[in-house]
């Protein structure tokens, strides 16, 4: 019984983290989209490591 309430509250907590890389990553997107615009090379590569992070960790969850 105590496994299943584990297991319940792990999945609960993956959801949760989900949720807010998916935030994150439109943000990110957002401010890529911005820094594209604005030719700036700086916060372009930024975006990108901070993107591939989400990516990763998505990858991890399972959720992507």
């Known amino acids: 019984m105590k496994q299943l309430i584990n297991s319940t509250r792990k999945k609960g907590v993956e959801k949760e983290r989900t949720a807010v ?9 957002a401010t890529l989209y911005d820094a594209i ?10 975006c990108k490591k901070k993107l ?6 998505l990858l991890r969850l399972k959720a992507l």
Not at 23 to 28: C, F, K, L, P, T
Not at 37 to 46: C, F
């Open 21 to 29: 890389l998916k935030m994150e990553m439109d943000y990110e997107l």
């Open 37 to 46: 615009r604005e030719k700036n090379e700086t916060k372009k590569t930024e």
């Open 52 to 57: 591939e992070r989400i990516r990763q960790e």
